[in-house]
């Protein structure tokens, strides 16, 4: 039945159904025909996922960060990192990621995030005589950071569906998601250099005007820290945490900011339920396929294959390299919600820390949105600033070999992730 459901999943893919409707139909033979899984089975499945508490942070985080982009704070964040990094060489691509970094502590998605970069930075990029290919990769796979950094749509969903503490994965995702900074950082500016792109600003700051600036973003700023404070010190839990973010989006937006009016709230209200409908329903089809690959019982066939491997270095490789390849052709939504209940428990039993591989598990999904041949990410942004496929393939390179070798080195120091929630829980 599972080698049916693949293929039918495949040629769904490649025809360019929807994956919500790839995954309803490919997963219909299971209980269409015979009692392999009665109808019934498949909408108790369906129903069933969506009345999860932890899930509630899905929702919140997408109306919080679709606020937050109403009120003025994504502005002042990009003249913060403006001041931040537009010296250097490359000086708008260099802000693109040092935003992206800012913005993971509000928006949680990387597509979400990527989209708005390439609106809100691509054109003054192009203007300035960067190519479509650099122009494009830089904020596409800054856009990576975003969705590391608290609060992370992709870690909530991890931990509902793994059984692993949100709160731990979200304090887990600070470290790599600074680390990510500084290796797209360098990346970025290697190719400026190479291709002569000058700085943005023509002589660094001042302290005054960075502090000037930062007293401007200041609420914005202290959000994530607001965050980590409240996981530390158990004000709220994860799923809670998602209600906070849209009350200090409200007070910040009406009382202190005051750009948030009637009309640019129910944009982002419309905005979050579109935004909403589209993961749920990518989570409710999810389950039913989910519930016909544990009657095959795929997971311990998983397991005991991967255990054969014998060491647990090997079994964490060739898990990454088959998350790396499915990352190359599903949505991560999708990988999060299938591919991690099959493969976790093999890591687990080779001793790996579940907070760990869940952050190294989700940066690199995420990453393969920026991989041929079907990169969300990737084509979301070349759509927008319509730069071709090619040349963007052209210019990953070196942002690729980066990322290969970063989250290498981050599956293999387990500190690397554990080190905030094991100090502050």
């Known amino acids: 039945m599972l ?17 919500a409707f790839a995954l309803a139909l490919a997963s219909s033979p299971a209980f269409l025909f015979g009692d392999y899984m009665p109808p019934s089975v498949a909408i108790e499945r369906m ?68 989209a708005m970069e390439a609106r809100l930075l691509g054109p003054a990029m192009l203007k300035r005589g960067y190519s479509k290919g650099y122009t494009a990769c830089a904020i596409a796979f800054s856009s990576v950071i975003t969705a590391t950094i608290p ?35 360098g990346v970025t500016g290697y190719l400026a250099h190479k291709h002569g792109y000058q700085p943005e600003l023509r002589q660094k700051p001042t302290l005054r005007e960075l502090g000037v600036s930062a007293k401007q973003c200041f609420w914005a700023l202290m959000f994530p820290i607001f965050l980590l404070a409240g996981f530390r010190f158990g004000a709220f839990t994860a799923t809670e945490a998602g209600a906070i973010v849209v009350l200090y989006a409200l007070v910040v937006g009406v009382a202190i900011y005051r750009e948030l009016t009637w009309k640019t709230f129910m944009d982002a209200v419309n905005h979050s339920v579109n935004d909403t409908g589209m993961v749920m329903l990518i989570i409710i089809m999810a389950a039913a396929l989910g ?74 999904i995420t990453f393969g949105g920026n991989t041929p041949p079907v990169g969300v990410i990737m084509y979301t942004v070349c759509g927008i600033l319509k730069c071709s496929f090619e040349e963007f393939v052209k210019v990953s390179i070196p942002f690729i070999a980066a990322m290969v070798i970063f989250l290498s080195a981050l599956a293999v120091i387990p500190q690397s992730v554990l080190l905030l929630p094991n100090w502050l829980m």
């Open 3 to 19: 080698t049916l459901i693949g293929i039918l999943f495949t040629i769904f893919l490649v025809i360019n159904l929807p994956v």
């Open 47 to 114: 129903y069933g996922v969506t009345q999860s508490f932890p899930l509630l942070a899905v929702p919140f985080f997408i109306l919080g960060g679709n606020l937050m982009n109403t009120t003025g704070i994504t502005e002042r964040l990009l003249q913060f990192a403006r001041l931040l990094t537009g010296w250097m060489a490359g000086g708008l691509a260099q802000v693109a990621v040092v935003l992206s970094m800012l913005m993971g502590g509000i928006c949680g998605s990387a597509v979400a995030d990527a």
């Open 151 to 185: 609060p992370s749509i992709g870690l909530v969903l991890f931990g509902f569906v793994n059984e692993v503490s949100v709160g731990k994965l979200l304090l887990g995702g600070v470290v790599p998601g600074i680390l990510m900074t500084g290796v797209i950082m």
């Open 291 to 364: 519930h016909v690959i544990i009657l095959e019982q795929a997971p311990q066939a998983f397991g005991e294959l991967l255990i054969s491997f014998g060491n647990a270095y090997v079994t964490l490789f060739v898990v990454l390299f088959i998350l790396f390849v499915a990352g190359m052709i599903m949505e991560a939504t999708v990988n999060v919600l299938l591919l991690t209940p099959l493969l976790m428990p093999a890591l687990i039993d080779q001793g790996w820390d579940p907070v760990h591989m869940g952050v190294v598990i989700v940066i690199l």
